[in-house]
């Protein structure tokens, strides 16, 4: 398995172009199945997910062709027709995001056998909630040997659903889900996060009638099918806040291109109170910092927009140089600090208590071996590598590749001093 090695001290000096959504392009990708015309998607991240999805569309029938167009990568997909409606257990459970297909396939077709996902590193992460708002919207579920079967041989109709906590997946999926239903869905308790916009402004670009995403109440008129359509992916708000944590880390001055300062603003008013110089236009946002310490904050994960929760780890290696000492609760999910034990090995001084982490900050950190644990854990160690004195080597970036589209490649070009090592030695 491929390795990234850092030496740290390097401060960064550049321009960084963010990427689109990963979290937002998985998506966009299980809505072509919605229209037998064309989807194109454009400011596509070209990623380990990104290109699984497309594996698991293309059996399922979608002609799926990456092209690079006059803005960057794009990737058409086209399902004039649905050749298998079963996403299998091997490809489920090498990316949970595959089973966002039951519903566009259950509208689609009216009937879909799926995996259930299983659990994940970060947590049980049930879809409890996305059965029931399929069953809301009149689908047949039925679990058997860890499959859904569902069922709607006379399509789904809309209906009203309300989330008794909020997510973003099942907001996603029943959206997906209720664009082709018959009558109207009113989503409530939705989620606010700006891929659920990303992913209604490009239904509604395929003919859908989406109302109110972005808020958390969300309204689809149901049509009878969807045409085909262009659409660009939101940039990557969660790339966007991990090269913003980069540049802190390690000091310099770092313009974030093609970024939306909107999209995480909680997490700049952060950096400010830390010490961090923020500075940001319509689609760029620059972060400065000089030689003297950052001060500790505490924090608390939300859903949007409150601070993300995929962006957690990596303030938590910022907090592990900073002045003082800061609080960290993760909100989301149960099992989110499987970074600890990593950062305490480059010498970071964390102690957790159930949803909490303590950070004392310490004076630096030393270079070691460390381990990918999920892709946002991961990139926690790079960014706490940049700092660290010597070398850090992050093993199992698998995860990283998952997410980051060209990390090493992008931190390079500021003056990061950072190589990945091949699985068979080479190094680049
Ligand atoms: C998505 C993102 C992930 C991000 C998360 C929260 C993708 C591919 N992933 O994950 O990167 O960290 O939003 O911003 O877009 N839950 C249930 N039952 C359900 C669904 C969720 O109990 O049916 C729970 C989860 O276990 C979790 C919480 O709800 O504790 C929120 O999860 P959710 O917002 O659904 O996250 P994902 O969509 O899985």
């Known amino acids: 398995m491929d390795r990234i090695a850092i030496v740290g001290g390097a401060r960064l000096e550049g321009e960084i172009p963010i990427s689109g959504a990963k979290n937002s392009a998985i998506k966009l990708m299980a809505a072509s199945l919605l229209s037998d015309q064309p989807l194109r998607l454009t400011n596509m991240p070209r990623l380990a997910d990104t290109r699984f999805l497309g594996r698991l569309l293309s059996r399922l029938g979608t002609q799926v062709t990456e092209t690079t167009g006059a803005d960057g990568p794009e990737t058409v997909l086209h399902a004039p027709e649905i050749i298998s409606a079963l996403a299998p257990y091997d490809l489920v459970r090498q990316m949970r995001a595959s089973f966002n297909v039951l519903g566009p396939l259950l509208a689609r077709t009216g009937h879909a056998k799926v995996s259930l996902p299983g659990g994940c590193s970060i947590g049980a992460r049930p879809v409890d909630l996305h059965l029931k708002a399929l069953e809301a919207l009149g689908a047949r579920i039925d679990l058997h040997e860890g499959y859904v079967y569902a069922q709607a041989p006379r399509g789904l109709q809309g209906a009203e659903i309300e989330f008794p906590f909020v997510s973003v997946g099942a907001t996603e999926h029943t959206l997906l889900a209720s664009v082709l239903a018959s009558g109207v869905t009113v989503i409530r308790n939705a989620a606010r996060e700006p891929e659920i916009v990303d992913l209604a402004d490009c239904l509604n670009a395929m003919g859908a009638k989406v109302e109110g995403a972005g808020t958390d109440v969300i309204h689809v008129t149901g ?23 980069a540049a802190a880390m390690a000091g310099g001055e770092v313009k974030l291109t093609g970024a939306r300062a909107v999209h995480v603003s909680a997490l700049l008013d952060m950096l400010v109170k830390t010490g961090v110089d923020v500075a940001h236009d319509a689609d760029s946002i620059t972060l400065k910092r000089n030689g003297a310490r950052l001060k500790s904050v505490d924090l608390t994960t939300d859903p949007y927009p409150g601070f993300a929760t995929d962006l957690q780890a990596q303030f938590m290696a910022l907090m592990s140089l900073a002045d003082g000492e800061s609080v960290i609760r993760e909100t989301i999910f149960e099992n989110r600090f499987m970074h600890v034990p990593e950062l305490s090995r480059l010498g970071a001084d964390i102690s957790v208590h159930g949803a909490e982490a303590r950070v004392r900050g310490v004076e630096a950190l030393t270079g070691a071996q460390v381990m990918a644990t999920d892709l946002r854990a991961s990139v926690s160690l790079v960014i706490a590598g940049l700092a660290a004195k010597g070398e850090t080597v992050v093993n199992r970036v698998y995860h990283l590749d998952r997410g980051f589209e060209r990390l090493e490649e992008k931190l390079g070009a500021c003056g990061a001093n950072i190589r990945r090592i091949r699985e068979d030695g080479e190094e680049s």
């Open 223 to 245: 049509v009878a099918s969807l045409h085909g359509a262009t659409h660009a992916v939101v940039p990557d708000r969660i790339e966007t806040g991990t090269y913003a944590m």
